[in-house]
């Protein structure tokens, strides 16, 4: 779960594949909605999970303290630009975390993990837990 094995192979808005991050979320609820806007109301119903994630300030650097970003940034598909920012980050291991925003609600954060930074065993990571999105979000109460 916290190998950066999704990341690596698929690649996000933040890094292109063969770079090995993980992505969490500022809180669980925006971890759902950072879910919610990629999957249809099948996947809905599959049992996810979740973990905490806790670091100290120290090991966190925030995007505009590392790389400005253009307005567009945001757009979908993620531009290669937004990409290579990310890569650059991992690559240089600039920090263990950043701070970055999420595109579908800017005023929130999202922090990804570089797993191959020599800091990364000071990331405490909780034992995963079962977690299933409410039944209503997909129109059955």
């Not at 049992?47 to 505009?64: M, N, R």
């Not at 920012?85 to 920090?95: H, L, N, P, T, Y």
């Amino acid at each position: 779960m916290f190998d950066g094995e999704g990341a690596y192979r698929f690649g996000g808005r933040w890094n292109s594949r063969g770079v090995r991050i993980f992505y969490t979320a500022g809180s669980l609820s925006l971890a759902a909605l950072e879910m919610l806007v990629h999957l249809n109301n099948e996947e809905i119903l599959l049992a996810y999970s979740y973990a905490t994630a806790e670091f100290d300030e120290g090991l966190v650097l925030s995007i505009e303290d590392f790389r400005p970003l253009p307005e567009n940034w945001s757009d979908s598909p993620p531009l290669l630009q937004i990409q290579r920012i990310g890569d650059e980050w991992a690559k240089e291991q600039a920090s263990v975390v950043l701070k970055v925003p999420t595109s579908i609600l800017p005023v929130e954060f999202n922090y990804l993990i570089n797993v191959e930074h020599p800091e990364f065993s000071k990331v405490k990571l909780g034992k995963p837990q079962t977690f299933t999105f409410d039944e209503r979000l997909y129109g059955k109460e």
